[in-house]
């Protein structure tokens, strides 16, 4: 069955998050009904990484194998159509080898977190950022997040629920910047611990806001202790950009 590697974007607003639960409607259903409709016999989607309720993707990769040899251009185009009026868009569709998967061949992955630090109310980008009612210092943020990067224990930035077999990653980038009336925070690495951007985000928000020093991030990041860790960002503003392949 050819296999087809699928770059998808969605609004993770009305979905309990990227995989398939009883709870509530997911993007992977979603794209498996309308792979369905295109061939009866597709495959379960297998996407990048497990978005959580609430997070949005620009670049979100995935793949099914389809019975049908069709061109790259029909099967976007015949999933757009299946999906209808839903919150998800397949961007491209493009032939892979059968070997090819989206999970486990992934490099790496990248992240933003959009933030506006303003005292009014959001009318347009309500439920797509974060917004904290106070001035963020950008550049302080900036700073307290490189004590983040390399190969460290991340307990402290990771969910309790959280599946991975270890706490040690290697977070290869992070940047904090100012962009017109928002700040974002963008990072990636080859892997992220469950909640760990938005961990990362909310932590940084304390830095922004002048209750934190960079030593503070850096004893928080040292103290492998959950309980060290900052307010947990919302989903609203967690974008997951970009998945690269070697």
Request: with cysteine.
């Amino acid at each position: 069955m050819p296999r087809y590697k699928l770059t998808v974007e969605y609004d993770g607003g009305p979905f309990a998050g990227w995989q398939r639960q009883e709870n509530g409607p997911s993007v992977q259903q979603a794209l498996e009904e309308a792979a369905l409709k295109l061939d009866p016999e597709a495959s379960e989607v297998y996407g990048a990484g497990r978005t959580d309720s609430g997070v949005h993707a620009l670049g979100q990769v995935a793949h099914v194998d389809l019975r049908k040899d069709l061109p790259d251009d029909t099967v976007r185009d015949a999933l757009n159509a299946h999906l209808g009026r839903s919150a998800v868009a397949v961007l491209a569709a493009g032939r892979v080898s059968d070997e090819f998967h989206a999970r486990f061949d992934a490099t790496s992955r990248s992240y933003l977190y959009r933030l506006a630090d303003r005292r009014a109310p959001l009318a347009l980008d309500r439920g797509r950022v974060w917004r904290v009612p106070r001035k963020l210092d950008a550049a302080a943020m900036d700073a307290a997040a490189q004590v983040l990067t390399g190969q460290h224990d991340f307990t402290t930035f990771r969910a309790a629920l959280c599946q991975a077999k270890s706490p040690v990653k290697t977070l290869d980038a992070i940047a904090v910047r100012r962009v017109g009336p928002e700040v974002h925070i963008s990072c990636s690495a080859r892997s992220f611990l469950h909640r760990q951007v938005r961990s990362f985000a909310g932590s940084l928000v304390e830095v922004g806001i002048g209750k934190w020093s960079a030593d503070d991030m850096r004893a928080a990041l040292e103290a492998m202790d959950r309980t060290a860790c900052g307010p947990v960002a919302p989903p609203d503003g967690l974008y997951l950009v970009r998945v690269d392949y070697a």
